[in-house]
């Protein structure tokens, strides 16, 4: 932000030109905070270029990291917005509420154990899960020993 210190140094220059006494309160007064001003625009410079570094390392991370993405995902910078755009893939699971006749969205009703709450009338309906996992069929196994 040069035109920050130029502006400094141009009031600095005003002052000189002014022949401000410094030997009065308010000579003493506007020396001390032009050179306030001057200290605050070389610590804006130094910000700025601190900022400017931190934001190129920033870019060159995001390219090691797409680099790293194509590697691992098989993705490229044309498969890029598909791959993280893929949201229409999703598997959306809804029932009948035996009460109501309703459907429910499972995503969006109360779920309480194997239970939940039809967000229509409010009744309870209780869910069976069938699970073909390994998990689940070592938890059975467990339960009938």
């Known amino acids: 932000m040069n035109y920050l210190r130029e502006r400094v ?10 022949k401000l006494d410094t030997s009065t ?3 003493k007064l506007l020396k001390a905070i032009l050179e306030v001003l001057d200290d605050m625009a070389l610590a804006v410079d130094d910000i700025e270029e601190a900022q400017e570094q931190l934001s190129e390392q920033v870019d060159e991370i995001d390219e090691d990291l797409a680099e790293i993405e194509n ?3 098989g993705v490229d ?3 890029e917005e598909e791959y993280y755009d893929d949201d229409d893939d999703e598997e959306v699971v809804e029932l009948e509420c035996p009460h109501c006749g309703e459907t429910v969205d499972l995503e969006d009703a109360f779920m309480r154990g194997n239970t939940i709450l039809c ?22 196994e467990d339960t009938e020993d």
């Open 9 to 18: 140094a141009y009031l600095k220059g005003l002052a000189d030109g002014m």
């Open 25 to 27: 309160n308010e000579g």
């Open 71 to 73: 590697i691992l995902y």
């Open 77 to 79: 910078d044309e498969d």
């Open 119 to 140: 967000p229509h009338c409010n009744k309870e309906i209780e869910i069976e899960f069938d699970c073909d996992c390994e998990d689940c069929a070592d938890s059975e």
